[in-house]
Structures are given as C-alpha cells and as structure tokens.
C-alpha cells in the first residue's frame, strides 16, 4: 500500500488508449543563469523568451497552468562552467551559467502520467479534475537525487479549469486505489497544455 507520503512528481507511463511511451523528448533552451531548480518530474513551460522554466502555479482553476505549459522535465544537459564538460544531469541547479543548457521535456500532450496524491484518492474521482497540491518552486525536489516531489491535491472534482484528469489508479502490490496517498494516473487537459490550447506565448 502507498501509505507514506513520498512524491516524485511526474513520471511518464504511456499513452492515452493504452499506446506504448517510447521514451522521446524534445530538447528546449534554458537561459543561462536562470535562477530556479527545475527537477525530474516538474511541470515546465515556454516562457515569452523561448526557454523552459519551471511552471509556479497549481493548475487550478483560479489560476490554471501558463499558455506555455509544454510538458514534463526530465532532465537537461550543458556545458558545466567549472570543469567545461558537457554535463548531462536529473536537475538543472538554479543559477548554473551555460549558454548550451537543455532540458529533455516529455512534450506529448496524449502522454499519462504517474504521480501520488496527497491523500487518499477514491474510485470514485476515476474521470475527476485534478490540479497540483503546491506550487513548484525551488525547493520542490531533491538537488541529491534530482527528483521533484511534486504531488497531486487529493481533492478532486469535476471544474473545467483544473489542469489533469484522472485516468486511472496503480494497480501493483505496493499501490492500489484509496490508499492513503494514492498513486494515480493522469494526462494534461487541452486548455493546460501548449499544443492543445489555443493561446500563443
């Protein structure tokens, strides 16, 4: 049972229908310098400049993700301006000066993704609207592993603006529906994602 509260943010699982996830990314600029930790399993947007940063709000209705939100960071590469190795990491640490920075972003919008709740989810929010339990932010992730600890909020409902819909429930022998942190599968509603919304950056 997932009866402690261990979140690991985004991880990508397959595609909707059942599709085999085959593991592509599409490489994004990080400016350099940018000043934020993005970890594994954040949620990441274009910004007006055309690089990623980590996105900082829930995704709930009152707020919704930005017009850029792009996808899933799952990890970044760059040349390190100590040692001037190219550099391939989990996270990128805030502040790091490097004009080749990347991330690896999971940009399929038909992408499902596997993420633990902050509670228990019950059978009845199959096909419910979700939206993050916190805002990301530096700290939401482990710069000794590189993981984020982003999870979901565990109040669940069926408001148009929350960014994922609950897809299914993780079904193995350390997991199973109404946990007490329950780990869930979910994907990007359209208006929360960049390919699928109608809004420019």
Not at 85 to 101: I, N, Y
Not at 128 to 142: F, I, K
Not at 158 to 180: E, L, N
């Amino acid at each position: 049972m997932a009866s402690t509260a261990a979140p690991y943010g985004f991880r990508p699982v397959n595609l909707i229908g059942g599709q085999p996830y085959a593991g592509s990314t599409r490489q994004i600029k990080i400016a350099s310098g940018y000043n934020t930790n993005i970890f594994n399993g954040s949620i990441v947007s274009i910004v007006a400049a055309g690089t990623i940063e980590i996105v900082t709000t829930n995704g709930d209705n009152s707020t919704g993700f930005p017009a850029g939100t792009v996808g899933v960071f799952v990890g970044c590469t760059y040349t390190d301006p100590n040692t001037d190795q190219l550099t391939f990491r989990q996270h990128f640490p805030a502040g790091t000066v490097a004009s080749d920075a990347k991330a690896y972003v999971v940009d399929d919008p038909d992408v499902v993704f596997q993420v633990q709740a902050d509670a228990s989810v019950a059978q009845a929010a199959l096909g419910s609207n979700a939206h993050l339990a916190a805002v990301q932010s530096s700290s939401t992730g482990s710069t000794t592993t590189g993981n984020s600890t982003t999870a979901l909020d565990a109040t669940v409902n069926t408001t148009s603006g929350f960014a994922f819909r609950i897809v299914d429930f993780v079904d193995s022998p350390s997991s199973s529906v109404g946990d007490a942190f329950t780990d869930v599968l979910v994907k990007f509603n359209p208006d929360s994602h960049s390919y699928l919304n109608k809004t420019g950056i």
